[in-house]
């Protein structure tokens, strides 16, 4: 499975644009990149999935370069309700199982 | 619609008693997950239903854990002789998964369990 390295953590303030990067050097040819955010006392909930270039919905973007070794999550102007842990994972979603493979993720914090 | 429910959600017990764990999944949901997560890790893969069958359950850390599905809806993990390092949040997550197609788990609130 293709491992990903983020930041532990992350700092911002209401009103600004976050952007995580994930690195996955190893993602193999039928893998997508998923984010997941994960609030305090509550399951993670999918935000967005892309497989190459960007993915846009009404809660973020993902930018996935040509060689899709990497790729940034943007969250526009965040407020404080988008403290939280985000995790990206790399697989396959066509897969047999499908299991989701975590790693440690970015614990955001949005100040006021 | 109802989302992934999960029961109790506070489980407290005694080292070496039996506990079991409810997952109410999505309906019309075929793939069921339990997944652990330990204080500030990332959840940890244990077993996967795949309708009644337990289609994966390389995850589950060993025979003390043992999970059902018996009518391919609602699941129960159980755990037997309980130990201080089983204490976790216990997260259930269902999908419709069909094969070729990418697929979107969703999660339930979890069971947090503590062995004393």
């Known amino acids: 499975l293709a491992k990903t390295t983020q930041p532990i953590s992350m700092d911002s303030y209401e009103g600004q644009e976050v952007n995580i990067t994930c690195s996955h050097n190893n993602i193999a040819t039928n893998d997508y990149i998923t984010w997941y955010q994960q609030f305090p006392s509550q399951g993670p909930r999918f935000i967005i999935q892309g497989y190459k270039t960007k993915v846009t919905n009404e809660v973020a973007s993902l930018f996935i370069p040509a060689d899709r070794k990497s790729s940034t999550l943007s969250l526009p102007r965040v407020s404080l309700s988008d403290t939280a842990v985000y995790y990206c994972?790399?697989?396959?979603?066509?897969?047999?199982?499908?299991?989701?493979?975590f790693g440690g993720g970015t614990r955001l914090m949005v100040k006021p | 619609g109802a989302g992934v429910s999960q029961t109790p959600s506070n489980k407290v017990t005694e080292k070496g008693k039996y506990v079991e764990l409810r997952c109410d999944p999505i309906?019309?949901?075929?793939?069921l997950y339990w997944y652990r997560q330990s204080l500030g890790q990332g959840p940890e893969f244990l077993i996967y239903?795949?309708?009644?069958?337990?289609?994966?359950d390389s995850g589950l850390p060993n025979d003390r854990f043992f999970a059902v599905r018996p009518e391919g809806s609602v699941s129960t993990l159980k755990i037997q002789r309980t130990e201080r390092g089983d204490s976790a949040v216990y997260l259930c997550?269902?999908?419709?998964?069909?094969?070729?197609?990418?697929?979107?788990?969703?999660f339930g609130p979890g069971t947090r369990l503590t062995v004393l």
């Open positions: 997550a269902s999908s419709k998964w069909d094969r070729g197609h990418t697929d979107t788990q969703y």
């Open positions: 239903f795949q309708g009644t069958g337990a289609a994966d």
């Open positions: 309906s019309g949901h075929t793939a």
């Open positions: 994972l790399v697989g396959d979603p066509g897969g047999a199982g499908n299991m989701l493979t």
